[in-house]
């Protein structure tokens, strides 16, 4: 069983900042990519940033203002955000990729965190 938590949501004026965290427990083996997604109200739900081995990608929309980074021997990734404005208001999601089990069986997994809740306004 794989489950990822999230933390670090909640209320900034523009311009603050604010750092996502994101835990995958269970019986990893590996995970390749780890991401963070995020939807806004009455929007489909977008990438934000992901990470895969060394590579980073972004959203235009983020480019510049967040940063996306992991810990491998912790299973974490984080968002670090900056330079937050109202319309970055949403819920972020962490997305996580690999594999997980042991030396019987291993299985692909593809999990999501519960959420957490991010606004920004003054």
């Known amino acids: 069983q794989v489950q990822l938590v999230e933390s670090g949501g909640g209320l900034v004026q523009p311009g603050g900042s604010l750092r996502l965290s994101c835990t995958v427990t269970?019986?990893?083996?590996?995970?390749?990519?780890m991401g963070w997604y995020r939807q806004a109200p009455g929007k489909q739900s977008d990438v934000v940033a992901s990470?895969?081995?060394?590579?980073?990608n972004y959203a235009a929309s983020v480019k510049g203002r967040f940063a996306i980074s992991r810990d491998n021997a912790k299973n974490t990734v984080y968002l670090q955000m900056n330079s937050l404005k109202p319309e970055d208001t949403a819920v972020y999601y962490c997305n996580a990729v690999g594999r997980y089990g042991d030396y019987t069986q291993l299985t692909s997994f593809s999990s999501w965190g519960q959420g957490t809740q991010v606004t920004v306004s003054s």
């Open positions: 269970g019986n990893i083996v590996s995970i390749n990519t």
């Open positions: 990470t895969t081995g060394g590579n980073t």
